[in-house]
């Protein structure tokens, strides 16, 4: 017998029909897929896929977004399924929103409100849960209009407008007024986060990127031991996680995890959660995580990519991790993906496979801005000695003309770090070959 919390969530659910149109130069195979991850964002939400509706269109209707008859349709299936929610896979305007709600006398939304729903859910920080305000609120504002359409419906026309728009005029301000307070508190938080993010600077930094539900926080938890939450749904972690990871005594890196990527990202959502993609934007690496045994999971790729442009990134230093190795069913793909997207692993965080491998591939990365630099020293010798062997690798010692020389290798990173250190010996400046 279910126990009263049970009985509500059962009950509470909200079933619900999505709707995709195929638009020219789209394929039928590819709103397929858009549906396919629709119906697991809707999911992820809590709602019961019923039925899937798909039209073949030429344009969007101004109107409807699909056709007149084909809202219709959808509103016919809505009363005959006892629907509660219409999900349309791309955006709709505040006026196309308002006019299938009043003919289907159901709620509708579309993929961007989908989201940002479960944004909501998701957030647990105080950083999270602003980002998430912050991006509802502007999604909100063009659309508040059908908030108040209940005072136009009235029987006459005098005496209810003006209330109505007084009223929609008072929640614009009010919203207005938050979206800037929100901004303010966001522009704190980044400080703060810029603050921390100095006193790494001496850190070699490898971010994750990737697709939502690509493994990557499976990944952090299976090199890193931590304690991250994972499901097999969209989004289960907002904030950025980071973690120590040792790739040999001398090298320590920093393992940051980031938010998930998804295909029609809304662009405020993007822009809420800057700060946080800032980890990826200030680290020394990319792992652009894949699940190849995704059917589309190129198209995931360049999803990510055209992120990563739009912060700027996409030319830093990067290696492709093709995650769960282990659910690939063609294994022929892995050598032509292999000189494709070279530097690239495969592996499978799950299992624990070929770990070694993207180990490794860091380690490289790191090992190629190593450079060779020399220190002439006349007094705290064996300090200066320890401190070095501590981040390098001494290459050479020799005593000429009464002074201490000595040369080593060591990488960029360390090299500020050693920079650091050095500063409470009266040591001249190093000189990099």
Same mark, same amino acid.
């Given at each position: 017998?279910?126990?009263?919390?049970?009985?509500? =969530?059962?009950?509470?659910?909200?079933?619900?029909?999505?709707?995709?149109?195929?638009?020219?130069?789209?394929?039928?195979?590819?709103?397929?897929?858009?549906?396919?991850?629709?119906?697991?964002?809707?999911?992820?939400?809590?709602?019961?896929?019923?039925?899937?509706?798909? /039209?073949?269109?030429?344009?969007?209707?101004?109107?409807?977004?699909?056709?007149?008859?084909?809202?219709?349709?959808?509103?016919?299936?809505?009363?005959?399924?006892?629907?509660?929610?219409?999900?349309?896979?791309?955006?709709?305007?505040?006026?196309?929103?308002?006019?299938?709600?009043?003919?289907? +006398? !159901? $709620?509708?939304?579309?993929?961007?409100? @989908?989201?940002?729903?479960?944004?909501?859910?998701?957030?647990?920080?105080?950083?999270?849960?602003? /980002?998430?305000?912050?991006?509802?609120?502007?999604?909100? @504002?063009?659309?508040?209009?059908?908030?108040?359409?209940?005072?136009?419906? *009235?029987?006459?026309?005098?005496?209810?407008?003006?209330?109505?728009?007084?009223?929609?005029?008072? #929640?614009?301000?009010?919203?207005?007024?938050?979206?800037?307070?929100?901004?303010?508190? &966001? *522009?704190?938080?980044?400080? /703060?986060?810029?603050?921390?993010?100095?006193?790494?600077?001496?850190?070699? %930094?490898?971010?994750?990127?990737?697709?939502?539900?690509?493994?990557?926080?499976? &990944?952090?938890?299976?090199?890193?031991?931590?304690?991250?939450?994972?499901?097999?749904?969209?989004?289960?972690?907002? #904030?950025?996680?980071?973690?120590?990871? +040792?790739?040999?005594?001398?090298?320590?890196?920093? @393992?940051?995890?980031?938010?998930?990527?998804?295909?029609?990202?809304?662009?405020?959502? !993007?822009?809420?959660?800057?700060?946080?993609?800032?980890?990826?934007? =200030?680290?020394? @690496?990319?792992?652009?995580?894949?699940?190849?045994?995704?059917?589309?999971?190129?198209? /995931?790729?360049?999803?990510? $990519?055209?992120?990563? +442009?739009?912060?700027?990134?996409?030319?830093?230093?990067?290696?492709?991790?093709?995650? $769960?190795?282990?659910?690939?069913?063609?294994?022929?793909?892995?050598?032509?993906?292999?000189?494709?997207?070279?530097?690239?692993?495969?592996?499978?965080?799950?299992?624990?496979?070929?770990?070694?491998?993207?180990?490794? +591939?860091?380690?490289?990365?790191?090992?190629?801005?190593?450079? #060779?630099?020399?220190?002439?020293?006349?007094?705290?010798? =064996?300090?200066?000695?320890?401190?070095?062997?501590?981040?390098?690798?001494?290459?050479?010692?020799?005593?000429?003309?009464?002074?201490?020389?000595?040369?080593?290798?060591?990488?960029?990173?360390?090299?500020?770090?050693?920079?650091?250190?050095?500063? %409470?010996?009266?040591?001249?400046?190093?000189?990099?070959?």
């Amino acid at each position: 017998m279910l126990n009263p919390d049970e009985e509500f =969530s059962r009950n509470s659910v909200e079933r619900a029909i999505l709707v995709g149109s195929i638009l020219p130069r789209q394929g039928r195979h590819d709103v397929d897929e858009y549906l396919d991850e629709l119906a697991l964002l809707a999911d992820t939400a809590g709602a019961e896929v019923v039925r899937r509706v798909v /039209q073949d269109r030429k344009a969007i209707d101004p109107a409807y977004f699909v056709g007149k008859g084909k809202a219709k349709e959808i509103a016919e299936q809505a009363k005959k399924l006892n629907l509660d929610l219409v999900i349309f896979d791309d955006d709709l305007t505040p006026a196309q929103i308002r006019n299938l709600e009043s003919m289907t +006398s !159901v $709620k509708v939304i579309d993929r961007s409100g @989908l989201i940002l729903d479960i944004f909501s859910r998701r957030a647990k920080s105080r950083e999270a849960k602003t /980002q998430v305000e912050l991006a509802q609120l502007e999604y909100l @504002l063009p659309r508040l209009t059908r908030r108040w359409q209940h005072l136009s419906r *009235q029987e006459g026309g005098i005496g209810t407008r003006g209330p109505g728009e007084t009223q929609l005029e008072v #929640d614009r301000r009010l919203v207005a007024k938050r979206i800037s307070t929100l901004k303010a508190e &966001l *522009q704190k938080i980044s400080q /703060q986060r810029d603050t921390r993010r100095r006193n790494r600077s001496d850190i070699y %930094k490898v971010a994750m990127v990737g697709y939502t539900n690509t493994g990557k926080s499976t &990944l952090l938890n299976t090199l890193t031991s931590a304690d991250v939450a994972t499901e097999n749904r969209l989004f289960v972690t907002l #904030d950025s996680t980071i973690r120590g990871l +040792s790739l040999s005594p001398q090298l320590r890196v920093l @393992l940051i995890d980031t938010v998930g990527f998804i295909r029609k990202l809304p662009h405020h959502l !993007v822009a809420s959660f800057r700060s946080t993609l800032e980890e990826a934007v =200030s680290s020394d @690496l990319l792992l652009h995580v894949v699940d190849i045994s995704h059917p589309m999971f190129q198209d /995931q790729i360049e999803s990510v $990519k055209l992120v990563l +442009s739009d912060l700027k990134i996409i030319d830093k230093p990067a290696i492709t991790v093709f995650n $769960k190795i282990d659910l690939l069913k063609n294994r022929n793909l892995v050598g032509r993906l292999r000189d494709e997207y070279d530097p690239a692993v495969f592996v499978s965080a799950t299992r624990g496979y070929m770990l070694s491998d993207l180990l490794d +591939s860091i380690r490289k990365t790191y090992e190629h801005e190593v450079i #060779d630099t020399d220190i002439e020293l006349r007094s705290h010798v =064996s300090e200066v000695l320890a401190e070095v062997g501590s981040l390098g690798t001494i290459l050479d010692t020799d005593v000429r003309n009464g002074r201490f020389h000595l040369n080593f290798r060591i990488s960029r990173v360390n090299l500020r770090k050693l920079e650091n250190r050095l500063r %409470k010996f009266p040591v001249p400046e190093l000189k990099t070959d």
